[in-house]
């Protein structure tokens, strides 16, 4: 049993990677892409990557040739440490600088500061309008409406 929700749970940090993939066409599609990542710990209020579904996210973005910027709100001198400085990966100063050009957006972990953001402001920064939201943090109608293409995980 334990292996089989092990299983799941590994599964699962890839739906991410996959939803983006499928969205720009195919992972070969990522390649020169730039992705936003929102939340880099394995959960709200740590530093602690551990098992963290960023790093499986991140590590497959970078197999497929995208380039990376982060933010979290406490993980960033953990990340540093974990992946060092790289040319493909920004560790931004913010939430908002680290949409600048980027095409995509990816939520990792539920931090309170993600909850809601100003979406116009998202919007002026953002290449196009994909946000991937890997805590179903938002109203996927809403986003609809308003132009996103909005994939959450695990409801309809």
């Given at each position: ?13 890839e ?10 066409g195919g ?15 394995f ?6 990557m ?44 913010n ?14 972990t ?18 196009g ?5 890997g805590r ?11 132009g996103?293409?909005?994939y ?5």
């Amino acid at each position: 049993l334990l292996k089989a929700v092990e299983a799941v749970n590994n599964r699962q940090k890839e739906v991410l990677f996959a939803k983006l993939a499928r969205h720009f066409g195919g992972a070969d599609k990522l390649a020169g892409k730039t992705v936003a990542v929102w939340g880099l710990a394995f959960k709200p209020n740590t530093d602690d990557m551990r098992e963290a579904p960023s790093r499986t996210l991140i590590e497959a973005l970078w197999a497929a040739g995208a380039r990376v910027q982060a933010f979290d709100p406490v993980a960033m001198e953990e990340t540093r440490r974990i992946y060092g400085e790289r040319d493909d990966f920004t560790l931004a100063a913010n939430k908002y600088a680290a949409l600048e050009g980027a095409d995509a957006l990816a939520i990792c972990t539920e931090w309170q500061q993600f909850r809601a953001p100003d979406f116009d402001e998202m919007q002026g920064r953002l290449k196009g309008r994909v946000l991937i939201d890997g805590r179903n943090l938002y109203h996927p109608a809403r986003l609809k409406e308003e132009g996103w293409a909005y994939y959450s995980v695990g409801r309809a």
